[in-house]
């Protein structure tokens, strides 16, 4: 208030000031002039003395702050859900891409031995290698003086083994999937439930009255449905990759056989 009695005071001082001095000729001057050097006053006064613009708001704070609205009790606990989600997300992520191997090359690199030095050789270049064709094979070969049919037979055992390891902790990211609308749904529930006690209480429609509640219960179920999408993006990449190894274990498999077959029908074993 200071600055604006300040600026209007040296405005209404410049103003007189070029009233008095130009007293002879402001009965010539055009009305059009005379409103001119009124509109630039009034224009410096009320640019002085507008207040600045808010800075907009980023969507990770208008995110935060509508999290924070959403209140502590239903909020939390989708959080965790998110927080415990991609943790399961991101290992297995670690885990399948760590197990994807080049099926080709290591059949390759398998048979080379076979031919070479045996099947010792052979399992000691799947004792060299990570992953699940790999454990695979060994297997396999580990049992091949038994015959084809009990080779095969620890192949597909095995591989049922390597299978369930590549799905471990998956179930629990589609659990957190379930819960994380469904805790937003009874969010909002409950937030419509407290707005139409407020309405009984009051006894009266009042909007201002219901509008926290009902605020409060659209956001849980909007946060929960975030948590749910970006978890099912993962999940379903998680499933997509698991598809993945295991068609490339029973090519593999096959493969592996067929070597064996080959292999002891050369050697006549």
Known sequence: MKKLFSIMAVASMVFVGTLNA??????????????????????????????????????????????????PAFMGIVLL???????????????????TTNTQKLAQQVEDAL??????????????TKGPVASIYYQGLD???????I???????YGGVQMGQ???????????????????????????????DKIQAAGD???????????????????????????QVFYNYIIAKIDSIVNSMEDASITLIDMLFDYKTKNKI
Not at 29 to 45: D, E, G, R, Y
Not at 205 to 230: D, E, Q
């Open 115 to 128: 031919n070479s030095g045996g099947i010792e050789a052979a399992k000691e270049v799947c004792r060299n």
């Open 81 to 99: 859900c998110l927080i415990l989600g991609l943790a399961i997300a991101i290992e297995r992520i670690i885990y399948l891409n760590l197990s």
């Open 151 to 157: 080779a095969e037979k620890a192949v597909v055992a």
């Open 22 to 71: 130009n007293a002879s000729t402001a009965k010539t001057m055009p009305i059009s002039s005379q409103a001119l050097v009124t509109a630039a006053t009034v224009s410096f006064i009320q640019d002085e003395t507008a207040p600045a613009a808010e800075p907009e708001k980023g969507f990770h704070q208008m995110l935060k702050e509508r999290f924070v609205e959403g209140g």
């Open 205 to 231: 429609m009042n909007p201002s009255l219901v509008a926290g509640g009902i605020k409060v219960a659209l956001l849980t179920t909007v946060f929960g449905l975030i948590v749910a999408i970006i978890l």
């Open 166 to 196: 590549l799905e471990k902790n998956v179930s629990w990211i589609s659990l957190f999937i379930a819960i994380a609308p469904m805790l937003g749904f009874m969010g909002t529930v409950i937030g419509m439930i407290d707005a139409f």
């Open 143 to 149: 049992r091949a003086h038994e015959g084809i049919d």
